[in-house]
């Protein structure tokens, strides 16, 4: 069965600084996705991961996929307040299955 | 650790015909969120509970409703099914509805023929 397993699931960072969110899944799979949810929100789509060595960049986010490895990572660069929010990693196998979120928070 | 628990996984209707989803929260968790996910689209937010009572709405059709009952679980109803309606139905729980993360259940696919 697929587990999808993310970390940190919390992250405190400060401003300016830069940190990534590991994201491993259990079996085969070449579609990951990559969402943000924002407090009492819905699910925002982020990025859709489609093949091995896929990398995806928008604004101080950068996902990439390595389907070898089973792994993706979302890296944030120079993070602001703005992005403080819980992201989400879904992969799509047989069914689609949610990692725990990680919930970042950037502080001043 | 328990996690949130869907029933059935899958489930097969005809166009017409009633569905009833549920959805077991996490213990202590008394918020509950309903997603529909479509082939190839993202997840759309349904409606959400809060203490058992309805807490916000999103795009959930007329013939759909829900309701959370006093153990916390939900159950999301479907009426008059349609074949747009077949999609992965995800709940999703959280510790309370301001800023814990979600938690989300297996999800429940239904076709509908």
């Known amino acids: 069965e697929l587990k999808v397993e993310q970390n940190p699931l919390f992250l405190s960072m400060q401003e300016g600084k830069n940190y990534t969110i590991y994201c491993n899944y259990s079996?085969?799979?070449?579609?990951l996705y990559w969402y943000r949810q924002d407090p009492g929100k819905s699910l925002e789509s982020l990025f859709v991961l489609l093949s091995n060595g896929a990398v995806k960049q928008e604004g101080r986010l950068m996902a990439s996929l390595d389907t070898k490895a089973r792994l993706s990572t979302l890296h944030i660069t120079a993070a602001v307040h703005d992005l403080s929010a819980t992201y989400f990693c879904?992969?799509?196998?047989?069914?689609?299955?949610f990692g725990a979120g990680t919930r970042l928070t950037v502080k001043p | 650790a328990a996690g949130v628990i869907q029933s059935p996984r899958h489930l097969i209707k005809e166009k017409r015909e009633t569905a009833t989803l549920k959805c077991y929260p996490i213990?202590?968790?008394?918020?509950v969120y309903w997603y529909q996910q479509g082939p190839g689209q993202d997840p759309q937010f349904l409606i959400s509970f809060y203490e058992k009572m309805q807490s916000d709405k999103g795009s959930i059709p007329d013939r759909f409703s829900a309701q959370q009952f006093s153990d916390y679980h939900s159950e999301l109803n479907m009426s008059s099914l349609e074949l747009g309606d077949s999609a992965l139905y995800f709940c999703?729980?959280?510790?309370?509805?301001?800023?814990?993360?979600?938690?989300f259940g297996n999800g429940t696919r239904l076709t509908v023929t």
């Open positions: 079996t085969t799979s070449d579609r």
């Open positions: 213990p202590r968790h008394d918020t």
């Open positions: 879904a992969v799509d196998g047989d069914d689609m299955r």
């Open positions: 999703a729980s959280s510790l309370d509805r301001n800023n814990s993360p979600l938690h």
